[in-house]
């Protein structure tokens, strides 16, 4: 019977018989090698992919996404969505979800469609003083990158949507130029970040836009609260930005980017970051003149944390120690969010 085999079940290897009619043993599978990252499943053909490699795409896409970046992006919707309630009396926990949801969509892409073309431009060396660019640095592909960003930019479009049908066509005014703007601030013909505007697009978007738009979003109206809560919130985000390009001025003038630090120098780029911080301090002086004294205690953490920052700019020299301000600039952020959260709930 040589020559003759019995199949198994569907998808087994036929076993061959010896002449004495008994089954020869298949041999022993070779075990498979651990992959680098300590994984028991190696590359072997015919498998998709294996654990060691979806882990490191999902924490390079984080480190992309630069989750340190966020409170930009909710800080506005939450301070906003309190003095909505303060004003009117009424809160929508669906319109806020979907505001917030469609601030941290765009935030998230704007981070990836930088990271995609100042690679691209040469923008990221090595000579970065930042956390990591996951395309320069070759973690994600160039064209993988940009895909998330517009997966990004549809999800902000569809929060759009649910927007769209409660307050209409205003929504459509303030939702498409901020969805081109997550490219436009680093992409397209005029890249705001290469022209020295990155701060005027922070105030503006981050900040006026953002919290007019998320009042309006709430009670269908445009307070000059709003107006003066959006002026106090884009100075307090766009000290993140001034402080990131004086830190990496020197980099940057060598690559096009022509930031404020770049085009006027150290002295001039802390003299804004400076004026940031003291009009903030100004503009939340203007709740008396607004009727709401209360609202004057939301300033505290800026003129305490804000004092520490302009120390550090003053004596500490542009590099690694600038990471230690951008920290502090987040989190006088968020206090003074928690501050204005808590303020808005005294007469």
Known sequence: MTGQAIHGAAGRRALPLKDNGIIEAAPPAAPLAPTSAGNEIASVPGLVSTPAVT?????????????????????????GCVLA??????????????????????QIATNFFNDAIDARKGAD???????????????????????IAAGFVAAAAVC?????????????????????LA???????????????GEWFVIGFFGVVAVTGTVFIQT???????????????????????????????????????????????????????LEIKLAMLAGLGWYACGHPALLWASLPVWV???????????????????????????????FAAAFHAAARFP
Request: proline share 8%; hydrophobic share 50%.
């Open 160 to 180: 759009g949507v649910f927007l769209y049908q409660a307050r209409g066509w205003p929504i459509v005014a303030i939702g498409l130029p901020s969805l081109f």
């Open 125 to 147: 060396t090595a000579r970065r003083l930042g956390p990591v660019r996951v395309t320069a640095s070759g973690l994600l592909r160039p064209r993988a990158v940009m895909a």
């Open 183 to 197: 490219y436009g601030y680093t992409g397209g013909p005029f890249p705001l970040a290469y022209r020295g505007l």
């Open 55 to 79: 882990v490191a795409a999902l924490k390079s896409c984080v480190l992309a996404a630069r989750p340190k970046t966020l409170p930009a992006a909710i800080v506005p919707v939450w301070v």
């Open 220 to 274: 269908g109206g445009w307070p000059g609260e709003a107006l003066l809560l959006g002026l106090q919130t884009g100075l307090l985000s766009a000290v993140l930005i001034s402080i990131n390009n004086l830190r990496d001025r020197e980099e940057d003038a060598t690559t096009g980017k022509h930031t404020l630090a770049v085009r006027f120098g150290p002295q001039v780029a802390k003299a804004v970051i400076w």
């Open 305 to 335: 944390l804000g004092w520490w920052i302009l120390r550090g700019v003053r004596t500490w020299p542009p590099g690694p120690a600038s990471n230690r301000l951008l920290a502090l600039g987040g989190v006088q952020l968020l206090l």
């Open 85 to 106: 309630r303060r004003l009117s009396g009424t809160f929508d926990p669906w319109l806020a979800l979907w505001t917030l949801l469609g601030a941290v969509a765009i």
